[in-house]
């Protein structure tokens, strides 16, 4: 079983910055493919980017296209969301996802996180 705890979200003003840390702990060995979602208000959750077991593809969501980067430290167990020029539409619920087949784009995710908050004023 993996456990992952996302965190570095907050307030930011528009055309601001955050990066975004999942921590991942547990039963961690196997190939994960790791991805990042966000959920707002009224509003189902949607994808935002997917990142593979390796760290050499990657997939974004054409909303963030440009401004944001999923990476990963494997040997901190730690996928990252690098977020710039952030606007008001961001804000959102920001959540860490697993996926523990080997595939890639991710299909389904076996594990989740709690959420982290990002607020963006305008």
């Known amino acids: 079983q993996v456990q992952l705890v996302e965190s570095g979200g907050g307030l930011v003003q528009a055309g601001g910055s955050l990066r975004l840390s999942c921590a991942a702990s547990?039963?961690?060995?196997?190939?994960?493919?790791m991805g990042w979602f966000r959920q707002a208000p009224g509003k189902e959750r949607e994808f935002v980017a997917a990142?593979?077991?390796?760290?050499?593809?990657?997939l974004y969501a054409d909303s963030v296209k440009g401004r944001f980067t999923i990476s990963r430290d494997n040997a901190k167990n730690t996928v990252y969301l690098q977020m710039n020029s952030l606007e008001p539409e961001d804000t959102a619920v920001y959540y860490c996802?697993?996926?523990?087949?080997?595939?890639?784009?991710?299909?389904?995710?076996?594990?989740w996180g709690q959420g982290t908050q990002v607020t963006v004023s305008s």
């Open positions: 547990g039963r961690t060995g196997g190939s994960y493919g």
């Open positions: 996802a697993a996926d523990r087949g080997g595939g890639f784009p991710p299909l389904q995710y076996d594990y």
């Open positions: 990142i593979n077991w390796s760290g050499a593809r990657s």
